[in-house]
């Protein structure tokens, strides 16, 4: 029996949550007047918390003390969750829940890796959390993607090797971290962006149950 790990990112992959973190830096960023643009959004994907505020202070030039600067990631993180609170299926981004009952059924390992320590949060708010053999986030990683620890981590939580992982993503970052961990890459998302992905599609819809039973036999 062919049996792979396939790993997911959830923020952009399974449910588009960066609205919701841009939403909240952005209201945080102006606090402290700090422009912040979706532009500058978009290079926070896949990265962790304490990293984006220190780039957003960065981009605004602003230094602040230690206790300043976890007193505004407790507001940000307060400000988010008041958006996934809100949060329920229907955010579930088209197709996903049809590739994830096709590799269920096809006794696939399933694992997320995720940057967020709101992950659990976030599974159970759309109803995936049982979905999942495997939960690797941010509460259990060190380091950060592009370093691979979390998508590591998610193989040996399913005991498959990780040559015989795939792991699905929306960011670079994340890209490069499923590479680095040797396993094959698929970008979701925009072609040019995610160029060093293996395969890329715009999203699930794009991507078929043949092309899922081809990663499955393969190797
Ligand atoms: C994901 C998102 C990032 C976010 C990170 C940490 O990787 O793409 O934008 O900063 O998770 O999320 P958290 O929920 O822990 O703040
Ligand atoms: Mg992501």
């Not at 988010?80 to 197709?95: A, C, G, R, V």
């Amino acid at each position: 029996m062919n049996k792979k790990g396939f790993i997911f990112d959830l923020d952009g992959v399974i449910v588009d949550t960066a609205k919701y973190h841009f939403l909240a830096w952005q209201k945080l960023a102006k606090s402290i007047d700090v422009d912040f643009t979706e532009a500058e959004n978009e290079q926070l994907k896949g990265v962790s918390r304490v990293k984006s505020l220190e780039k957003i202070l960065e981009w605004g030039n602003k230094s602040i003390s230690e206790d300043e600067f976890m007193k505004l990631m407790a507001l940000k993180n307060n400000d988010y969750l008041s958006y996934i609170n809100e949060m329920d299926e229907n955010e579930i981004l088209p197709d996903v829940s049809r590739v994830l009952n096709f590799l269920i059924d096809a006794n696939q390992g399933i694992s997320l890796g995720s940057a967020s320590k709101n992950a659990r949060t976030i599974l159970k708010k759309v109803n995936l959390y049982n979905s999942f053999e495997a939960i690797v986030d941010g509460n259990d990683v060190i380091k950060g993607k592009p370093n691979p620890e979390v998508f590591l981590k998610a193989a040996k939580a399913l005991n498959i090797s990780p040559v015989d992982c795939i792991v699905f993503e929306d960011s670079v970052a994340g890209i490069q971290a499923a590479n680095a961990a040797n396993m094959i890459s698929i970008g979701v998302g925009e072609k040019d962006v995610l160029n060093q992905a293996d395969y890329v599609f715009k999203d699930f819809t794009e991507l078929e149950n043949s092309f899922l039973n081809k990663l499955i036999k393969n190797k």
